[in-house]
């Protein structure tokens, strides 16, 4: 496949060190403010807020090592994207929040589908051989 070798492949690993990574980051951030992050959690509603931190931040954290090192690329593709189809508008409904927070629910909404978009491209690629990877659970 295309993604094995050459300039592709410097490109894929690129691109997969910087989405993966801060992914990545994203999660271990769960871990480092869980008390916040669950405070916000129930403001919006969720049940169990500090378990939902804690899961959530574990799908990141794994979904994001899994991109990064070419590690069962499927499912941590697979993963995230359902993780930001869940996420997405339970976290940021920007719709049922007053005026003054739409803005930012909104930005963040956005930033969220974004980000499932590119879960989603990522899966599609997930299946081939990726050049600097442990290419693991193909």
């Known amino acids: 496949m295309a993604f094995e070798s050459g300039p592709a492949a410097v490109v894929l690993l690129v691109g997969r060190l910087l989405f993966g990574g801060l992914i990545l980051y994203q999660g ?3 871990f480092l403010a869980p008390d916040a ?3 916000y959690a129930e403001a919006k509603g969720v049940p169990a807020p500090t378990f939902g931190v804690v ?3 574990v ?3 794994l979904g ?3 991109l990064v090192l070419g590690v069962y690329p499927v499912i941590a593709a697979g993963a995230l994207a359902v993780f930001f189809l869940v996420a ?3 976290m940021h409904d920007f719709w049922a929040v007053p005026d ?3 803005q930012n629910e909104m930005n963040h909404f956005t930033k969220n589908v974004e980000l499932f978009a590119a879960s989603l491209l990522v899966l599609v690629l ?3 051989p990726w050049g600097y990877a442990l290419n693991v659970g193909l």
């Open 28 to 30: 271990i951030n769960h």
């Open 126 to 128: 997930a299946s081939q």
């Open 100 to 102: 003054d927070q739409r």
């Open 59 to 61: 799908v990141l954290v």
């Open 88 to 90: 997405t508008p339970l």
């Open 55 to 57: 899961a959530s931040g």
């Open 64 to 66: 994001g090592l899994g």
């Open 37 to 39: 992050m669950a405070g």
